[in-house]
């Protein structure tokens, strides 16, 4: 979870739409999931564990960009649970991306983003705890 500047954000609740927008984000490419959950150690094969070793790689700085929208409201769920004070409306949604990563010498970037490939996208707003009631 990283903070985003005000400004990368727009909701329109009532209406069913959201937007994020985020442009050359500084990220840390770790090659894999176990050199990031690692910090770059990579892990040993064995320990009881049916995976090979995963060889340690070092981090290298890269910068991620993406465009999600959110539009189109399909179906309306309320839900509230008073026993663990939470409550909140949920609009199942349509909903696109676009994203590119890039690091020294390589750079990625999807392809066109295509609605009918949403399998389900929500927006959501909630209430719990202390903003229960």
Do not use: C
Request: charged residues 20%; proline residues 7%.
């Amino acid at each position: 979870m990283v903070q985003v500047d005000e400004d990368a954000v727009e909701i329109d609740f009532d209406n069913g739409r959201a937007s994020l927008r985020v442009k050359q984000l500084p990220v840390h490419d770790d090659h894999d999931l176990a050199n990031s959950l690692t910090q770059g150690l990579g892990l040993p094969g064995g320990l009881g564990f049916p995976y090979p070793a995963i060889p340690p790689v070092a981090s290298k700085p890269a910068k991620v960009s993406f465009d999600v929208e959110w539009t189109g409201v399909l179906a309306t769920a309320q839900i509230q649970n008073t026993t663990q004070q939470f409550k909140g409306t949920f609009l199942s949604t349509g909903a696109t991306i676009s994203w590119s990563a890039e690091e020294d010498g390589f750079r990625f970037e999807s392809e066109a983003p295509n609605p009918s490939r949403n399998l389900m996208s929500v927006l959501g707003s909630e209430k719990n705890g202390i903003f229960f009631t």
